[in-house]
């Protein structure tokens, strides 16, 4: 668990079921995770009773972001982790839009980096951004990633349109 003031940034456990169930079966998010039909109660619980496997076997890991007196707001998934290259993908959402554009994204990338440094040894973290996210790309350049490549030729299909995405990376020192 990771904690600044009133953000926790936490491993899924079985008090987010009512959360996942919610969120993973939004239709407005599923072109991001290539999800097309909705998740099974069994489902999200055989999930979250897998989640706490390690990440140097599974190579991804699901932390929930959370205020403290509020709950759950949403989500940071680590994925593609290469312990030998040094680098791991990141994913992040915060759900309740509520709390939006007021930092916490920020400040659960911040907490995650300091992990991703410390702990797991990498050096590189890479994010995909659909280019009409102006939110995500506004975060993504606020916290020093750089455009590798503007992937005009990977699409994901986004309410009956292609969008293009943008690979950001960042260097952690």
């Known amino acids: 668990m990771f904690r600044k003031e009133e953000l926790i940034v936490r491993a899924v456990d079985s008090s987010d079921f009512d959360f996942l169930f919610k969120l993973e079966n939004d239709k407005a998010y599923w072109h991001l995770s290539g999800t097309k039909k909705s998740f099974t109660a069994r489902e999200i619980m055989d999930f979250i009773d897998s989640a ?3 990440i140097l076997l599974s190579r991804q890991f699901k932390y929930i972001i959370e205020i403290q007196e509020h709950g759950q707001i949403g989500c940071l998934d680590l994925f ?4 030998f290259d040094q680098h791991i993908s990141v994913g992040i959402i915060i ?5 939006r ?7 659960a ?3 995650l980096e300091s992990y991703l440094k410390e702990v797991l040894h990498c050096k590189y ?8 996210n102006e939110a995500s790309i506004s975060l993504f350049n606020v916290m020093n990633y750089i455009v590798i490549d503007d992937q005009t030729k990977v699409s994901f299909l986004q309410n009956e349109e292609y969008r293009d995405e943008i690979l950001f990376r ?4």
């Not at 593609?80 to 312990?83: G, I």
């Open 52 to 54: 706490q496997q390690p």
């Open 80 to 83: 593609e982790y290469n312990a």
């Open 95 to 99: 759900y309740d839009e509520n709390y």
């Open 101 to 107: 554009r007021k930092g916490y994204a920020k400040q």
């Open 109 to 111: 990338l911040l907490l």
């Open 125 to 132: 973290v890479f994010a995909r951004v659909l280019q009409n």
């Open 170 to 173: 960042k260097k952690l020192k």
